[in-house]
């Protein structure tokens, strides 16, 4: 790799922040790409793309969630000398029965993985499971808090990925050879139950936190109630589904791959999630 700048979209976001810091830590120069940024990206903005992008030779790819605009974008960076993305994905995007039929998480990153590979670049594509970072700065934290963990999961297992090995995966991919054309899905390095989740932070925390699991139609009722559109609050009990249906309890070998080294576990995640602050109100 040169010193030309690599570009990371969504670099305020779990795992985008988390490449920003890792590159910086390696000297590798970066563009972050955020509307408060400078120069200003904005997905929904095309006329921003071509300044982001101007004298970049790598780009972190996080697609955006509102519009499927990764073939255009991916177009375009090649057009002006980009030689290399690597884009985020997910777990169960070519498994049957993993989300609804008509997912629009699924068909999103679906168009991502397709833009990749018809682009002519190299590219890597990296699946995660569950982000563990759910629990202490995503979907879950408001529950965390409060102290109740309510979700359709049943008493399934996942194997939770810490976001910073993710964005371990994806520093490897852009600044090393030999990730052109790999899939990297990336989990923890065990499964644990949402109950055995909710008792590892408790114990790190002193907080009362307890799984409370819930029907896949009464999940949705609750979420409607908080005042989620019917079809999201459908698609989210589909995705949490799946853990309650046994396809989010195995062990992935992506960071095995990618770096040569295990996957970190949940409580590594939970006790420097501690160290830094999470769950303090």
């Known amino acids: 790799m040169t010193k030309q700048p690599i570009l990371i979209t969504g670099a305020t976001g779990k795992s985008g922040s988390r490449v920003v810091s890792q590159l910086g830590e390696k000297g590798v120069p970066v563009r972050p790409g955020s509307r408060s940024a400078q120069p200003r990206f904005d997905w929904a903005d095309r006329s921003t793309w071509d300044t982001a992008l101007e004298g970049v030779e790598a780009v972190y790819l996080v697609p955006y969630e509102l519009d499927p605009v990764a073939k255009p974008f991916i177009a375009r960076a090649r057009e002006?000398?980009?030689?290399?993305?690597?884009?985020l994905s997910g777990r169960g995007i070519d498994t049957p029965g993993y989300a609804g039929a008509n997912s629009s998480v699924g068909q999103l990153l679906g168009d991502v993985e397709e833009a990749l590979r018809e682009s002519g670049l190299?590219?890597?594509?990296?699946?995660?499971?569950?982000?563990?970072?759910?629990f202490s700065e995503g979907f879950f934290l408001d529950a965390v808090l409060a102290g109740e963990l309510r979700l359709p999961g049943g008493d399934g297992a996942a194997t939770f990925v810490d976001a910073e090995d993710i964005a371990a995966v994806a520093v490897a991919a852009l600044t090393e050879d030999g990730h052109h054309q790999q899939i990297y899905e990336v989990s923890g390095s065990q499964a644990v139950t949402l109950a055995e989740a909710a008792a590892e932070i408790s114990s790190a925390t002193d907080r009362d936190l307890k799984y409370v699991p819930l029907r896949h139609e009464q999940f949705i009722a609750e979420l409607t109630e908080q005042g989620w559109p019917a079809a999201d609050a459908a698609e989210f009990a589909d995705t949490v589904g799946a853990i309650r249906r046994g396809m989010d309890n195995h062990v992935s070998d992506g960071v095995q791959?990618?770096?040569?080294?295990?996957?970190?576990?949940?409580?590594?995640f939970v006790e420097t999630a501690v160290a830094n602050g999470a769950w303090t109100t």
């Open 80 to 87: 002006l000398g980009v030689e290399r993305v690597v884009g």
């Open 122 to 134: 190299r590219w890597t594509i990296v699946r995660p499971a569950w982000f563990a970072q759910n």
């Open 257 to 268: 791959r990618a770096l040569g080294r295990p996957a970190r576990d949940f409580r590594t």
